[in-house]
């Protein structure tokens, strides 16, 4: 004959035990949440007129997380010599990043030729370019929002114009 054993399971009693085993592993879970890493792979120059100049910021996205991770949103800005030049901000649906995988996302940044005027008087007078690519991305991993900073900054040299004058010249008649 079979015996019924009236104990019940720990893991099925309510009480303090039951609630320590459910914290212990959200505790487990998230502690084990890192924030994804972004990096600057290109900058592509889309288009160009009179008016504007419309760059491509190709952004590299590694999720180390055994989760994956959605982009909630991800915008950017470049200045140069401190001065706002363009923003921009993820558009379309943004994809997923899978757990332990990569993605790259492009960003549009949109430069409108007045606002170079200021760079271009800087530039003229300088040997380089300070110029700084700022982005917040925010992702969310099980639920738990990770804003992640990236910051690429630098000087691009400065084209100067050759310091060329003319000397007295003379026109040959024919």
Request: proline letters at 8%.
């Amino acid at each position: 004959m079979f015996r019924m054993n009236n104990n019940r399971s720990l893991c099925l009693r309510p009480g303090k035990l039951g609630v320590a085993a459910i914290l212990l592993c959200i505790f487990s879970l998230t502690g084990c949440i890192k924030a994804p890493e972004v990096s600057l792979s290109d900058i592509k120059i889309s288009s160009m007129s009179f008016k504007k100049l419309d760059l491509v910021c190709m952004f590299d996205v590694y999720n180390p997380n055994i989760f994956a991770a959605n982009l909630k949103k991800f915008d950017c800005d470049f200045t140069a010599f401190d001065t706002p030049l363009a923003s921009g901000a993820a558009a379309g649906p943004i994809p997923t990043i899978p757990a332990g995988g990569r993605r790259t996302l492009p960003i549009d940044l949109v430069i409108r030729l007045p606002n170079l005027a200021d760079v271009a008087r800087n530039y003229a007078k300088g040997k380089t370019v300070p110029f700084a690519l700022t982005s917040r991305p925010v992702f969310d991993v099980l639920g738990i929002s990770l804003p992640v900073s990236f910051n690429h900054s630098g000087q691009i040299p400065a084209l100067l114009a050759p310091k060329w004058t003319l000397k007295g010249g003379s026109v040959r008649g024919g």
